[in-house]
């Protein structure tokens, strides 16, 4: 082994100024025009029904892209988990609800620790026992928000009815560690009518009991544009609208010219006149299907199909594909079917304009699951 | 803002010593004896049919593991793209074939590169396109050894046929800046037959040629112990052997217990007696189905299935679960579907023995796609 070469791994990362044609595949790469254009556009949506806007980070995982959104209009941000919305408190945010059940001493420490460094932290609960566990760690502590979380159809975390919503306001409220926010909610796309229903029933059981109902937060890109469908929501939280992706286009909240994400990849065999091969497998576009069939969108091939995925290769149907067919070594473009998942497996964004590369953001909540 | 917090990420990363019971979920963890059990078991095999064995890494991603699978007798180590094979090399590993066409200016000259700096570096072609990248950007350097990737039923790259394995070969082999090595394949599961057809029949054109075909590489944990049936087999590859997973038990090339990987989740909420939420969703799963209908093994409470996945949470029906059913805050053990997609998640990898963390590496090529 010849010593004298850099024993650092010297990686090909793209740089301002780079043609995008020159940059090693595969890789995720970000239009500036189309995110401003996503961000503007719900933004618009929201300040137009006067609806707060919670964008939820986890789709970029940047706190750059989160100042844009906040410089947009944007009150506030969403995270998952407690490590997420510590890099966001790193880089200056304030306002950050946890949408996360949050349990256990070395967790909990460090929510108590979060929660002395920002001015607007809020987390969510469904049980007494994660109330529990809250009121008794933040007990001699600043007080912590906590909002309880709804299941109005969406299956996934929530109490079940609006009596256990309040039931569980009532304890939170009777503790003197902790505040309640408000109500929140994961819901199912186009259950306006659900939401509603559960947010209504909820508040006026708060009421009785002469409890402040503050905020009632909706959730989902699905339902962003019937969010005004929702009218006792104070604020919508969305994530996937900032990239978009193919299924979000499938479901009519988007185009997939709206898609801000392009995965480029290279062809890298044509063992046979209908099969294609790609140097893009689930570790660059994960094998999330969504409902899909088949893998992502190629855009520069619309009747090629990703009929499967390798970790590190795609195999690719041409059958469909009349006249020209890619060649080895061409370079072609891929609208994932799901956009978050992918900023989970890449260290940096490259953002460009017009076949440049604009900057390079390092995806700093990266791999961040605690 | 309280800026006299600390402004770095202190990550709640495991430390040996540690209590299993202690660590932050969810997590992947690896059993230090199913782990050497794993390894030696393959070699053992391999061994007594005498074949090479040569591991793929991408399983595992850590230079320390890879010379546990050489001290325990393999020859040489498998990678997938230039940038595994560099981090590889950085570590003294010698001996690597990167099973992957290798294209264009910027990853040929880190080819290049790489080829200066170790003894032993093989690469794959299986079109005339790739070799005379291969050639052209070669010459006048040392020479790099090219084996011939062969589809013999795989259905992902290769040539088509034996006669064409033998065309590209005398390409390679009439090039003076590379060498020919042999021919190499990724077979489906049980075509045993079928790749030695191919390769004898190879082999015979080559004879024919008098060109010396020195290595018949074989691949894929599915086909382990049938590699004997392979006798021009010179040597066989593997990965996903060393940590298992469910799909590897479901095709009965282990059992359950050989899964070194588990991944640790807690309970997280349990909003009606049927259903669990846990913490570990497909940022640490993978949504990798693999023909399986639900997302992982639970180890503690068998008959629940996991049945949806979100980024961050796991959806469990419980409703087949007799007796007594998990509770809020519980830590529970999942077998996930797909162990080598997991690795690729996560910066760290913890190993452990009864109960207590050994060791933490660093997943070294993690997210390395070039």
Not at 33 to 57: G, T
Not at 87 to 112: H, P
Not at 312 to 336: F, M, N, Y
């Amino acid at each position: 082994m010849d010593l004298s070469a850099p024993s650092s791994l010297d990686l090909p990362r793209p740089k301002p100024g780079d043609g995008l044609h020159t940059l090693s595949t595969p890789l995720p790469v970000i239009d500036e025009d189309k995110l401003a254009a996503n961000i503007a556009r719900v933004q618009s949506y929201m300040d137009s029904h006067k609806l707060a806007f919670r964008p939820h980070i986890k789709t970029h995982k940047i706190p750059a892209l989160a100042r844009q959104q906040v410089e947009a209009g944007a009150a506030g941000i969403n995270c998952q988990k407690i490590t997420e919305a510590e890099v966001f408190a790193d880089a200056g945010f304030e306002d950050i609800l946890i949408t996360f059940n949050i349990l256990g001493e070395q967790k909990l420490a460090r929510l108590a620790a979060l929660n002395e460094r920002i001015s607007g932290l809020k987390v969510v609960a469904d049980s007494i026992v994660t109330v529990t566990g809250l009121a008794a760690y933040f007990t001699g502590r600043k007080p912590l928000t906590v909002l309880v979380e709804c299941d109005t159809g969406g299956g996934r975390c929530g109490v079940q009815t609006p009596d256990e919503a309040a039931a569980l306001a009532r304890g939170i409220a009777a503790s003197r560690s902790l505040r309640f926010g408000g109500l929140m909610t994961y819901p199912k796309a186009n259950t306006e009518a659900a939401v509603e229903h559960f947010f209504i029933a909820a508040m006026a059981y708060l009421a009785a009991d002469g409890i402040d109902c503050r905020i009632r937060s909706n959730g989902g890109t699905p339902s962003l544009f019937s969010a005004h469908l929702v009218p006792s929501a104070t604020e919508h939280r969305a994530g996937t609208y900032i990239y978009n992706d193919r299924s979000m286009a499938r479901a009519g909240h988007c185009t997939l010219d709206d898609c801000a994400m392009h995965i480029l990849a290279t062809v890298v065999s044509r063992p046979t006149p209908e099969r294609a091969i790609l140097d893009a497998g689930s570790k660059a576009l994960t094998s999330d299907l969504l409902g899909f069939a088949d893998y992502g969108h190629i855009i520069d091939y619309p009747e090629a199909i990703i009929t499967g995925l390798s970790e590190e290769h795609a195999t690719v149907d041409l059958s469909k594909v009349e006249g020209i067919r890619p060649e080895i070594g061409e370079r072609i473009r891929i609208i994932p079917n799901h956009t978050c998942v992918v900023s989970n497996l890449f260290d940096v964004m490259t953002f460009h304009r017009n076949g440049v590369v604009t900057r390079v953001e390092e995806i700093a909540a990266r791999g961040l699951v605690w």
